[in-house]
């Protein structure tokens, strides 16, 4: 009876210490699943930044073969251009009503043959000013088209031309991020979830329906005047904002090639809600709930590493996506080798083959670099659409290089022979030196070498 008794009143000393360290063991495992939470909708977040990018690059690509078109053949031939630009009216459901053109001489020219009658000043519309000085293309402020009950956006960029300042323009229609953003939402359980503009912070799509083209700043929401305020002090990742009693994780992932942000926001309750969940069967089964825990904690890290992974790649081509390989590259501190591939006429396999077989020659592209670039220092990767690199982290010499690359472009040729038809070839253009943007603007210079030397050819540049 004593001896009974005496387990009992041990029993009834070691519970507390069980409970306690049973609650300190939850609430680590608490943060943990938070935190895990937190990163689980920023790699979300990253890889729906990563598809919006991926379209607008596919936009940019596009009306970059029109402009280099329009300057090479037609800047003195207008009939040409009018007829050039008529030939691809309505071929794109992006921008259906093609590209237009405007010079501060007064120069009108669009692709749908609307005429602006008089008064109509070109250097006063906003698409022709936010064009003028730069050689890249801007995206300019969104608005909804009446005409078509759509999200409209002017894409321009000046042109190649000597006599006047010309700027050439399309009207992108953009239902897809719209559509991005709400199965966001539904995938991750978000509260809100939004895209802006870099410049005046306007809506270009949202979750909660709100006014295309309203500005975060003007906004009657005191949570999105203060997104606004942290997208002007650069604050991108995970935010924790408190507002009017709750506390917000707040996302802000840059969407580089449209200057846009994409904003996606979760109560701190809503992230809290599994862990109370847990809470009650832990405090009956305490050891079993830490075992417990311990297990969910040891998946769900696992699971965010595959996430993390996930973020990385094309989800296409299974290379490396943009970021990751520009994160490669301005790591390395010594020299390396940056070579740009482009795939020569491959539009001509979506118009007259289609887009399934459009993505299986990229398909069949990537595996050809994973084959030839498959050492620990080669780093092969798609920047979007038909662009591809490779980086290589180590001195190779200019005699290996150009032994492999002529490989290359031999295999290439034999992959590629059932597309003789459409032309299909690469072109490829190589530099040595350190940092992303230098050897990204140096490997293009001479990938348009190559090109304009009559495509299916690389050039290899000293640096």
């Known amino acids: 009876m004593r001896r009974s008794k005496k387990i009992i009143r041990y029993n009834f000393l070691i519970l507390p210490v069980v409970l306690v360290f049973s609650l300190v063991v939850i609430r680590l495992l608490a943060n943990v699943l938070i935190n895990f939470s937190r990163e689980t909708v920023a790699s979300s977040s990253q ?17 970059e073969i029109y402009r280099n078109t329009i300057d090479r053949y037609y800047q003195e031939d207008i009939e040409g251009m009018d007829a050039f630009m008529r030939s691809t009216y309505q071929e794109n459901d992006i921008y259906p009503q093609g590209v237009y053109i405007g010079g501060d001489d007064n120069f009108f020219l669009s692709a749908d043959q609307w005429d ?27 608005y909804l088209d009446l005409t078509l009950e759509k999200v409209c956006v002017s894409v321009s960029v000046e042109m190649d031309y000597e006599k006047s300042v010309r700027v050439m323009a399309a009207d992108i229609y953009d239902d897809y991020s719209d559509t991005v953003v709400k199965e966001l939402c539904d995938e991750v359980n978000l509260d809100d979830a939004l895209i802006v503009t870099g410049n005046e912070k306007a809506v270009v799509a949202s979750n909660q329906d709100v006014e295309t083209g309203a500005k ?15 997208i002007d002090e650069g604050k991108t990742g995970i935010n924790i904002i408190k507002d009017e009693g709750i506390k917000w994780n707040v996302v802000i992932t840059y969407i580089p090639v449209s200057n846009w942000y994409l904003v996606t926001c979760i109560d701190e309750t809503t992230l809290w809600q599994p862990v109370f969940g847990m809470i009650p069967g832990a405090l009956i089964a305490s050891f079993a ?39 490669i590259v301005d790591s390395n501190q010594k020299e390396g080798m940056m070579i740009l591939f482009d795939l020569d006429h491959f539009k001509r396999i979506n118009d007259t083959l289609g887009h399934p077989e459009g993505d299986a020659v990229l398909v069949k592209f990537a595996d050809l670099l994973k084959e030839f670039f498959d050492r620990n220092s080669d780093h092969p990767a798609r920047l979007g659409g038909d662009e591809f690199a490779v980086y290589i982290d180590k001195e190779v010499s200019a005699e290996t290089m150009n032994g492999m690359m002529e490989r290359f472009l031999k295999k290439s040729t034999e992959i590629f022979e059932k597309y003789r038809e459409q032309e299909l ?13 230098a050897l990204y603007k140096k ?21």
Request: aromatic share 10%.
């Open 289 to 327: 709930a830490v075992a417990l825990l311990l297990a969910f904690a040891f998946y769900y890290a696992r699971h965010a590493e595959q996430v993390r992974n996930s973020a990385e790649t094309d989800r296409l081509t299974g290379l490396l996506n943009r970021e990751a390989f520009r994160s």
């Open 443 to 463: 490997a293009d210079t001479a990938l348009y070498n190559a090109k304009n030397a009559g495509r299916n050819r690389f050039n290899l540049e000293e640096e």
């Open 425 to 437: 070839s690469v072109s490829a253009g190589g530099v040595k030196g350190t940092g992303y943007e």
């Open 216 to 230: 975060l700043e003007d906004s009657e929401s005191s949570l999105y005047q203060k997104i606004a305020s942290l």
């Open 47 to 63: 890889e729906c930044a990563d598809l919006v990018e991926n379209r607008v690059q596919q936009v940019v690509s596009e009306l």
């Open 116 to 142: 602006p009658g008089e008064g109509y000043e070109v250097v006063t519309r906003p698409w022709y000013d936010q064009a003028v000085g730069s050689k890249t293309f801007v995206f300019g402020e969104p």
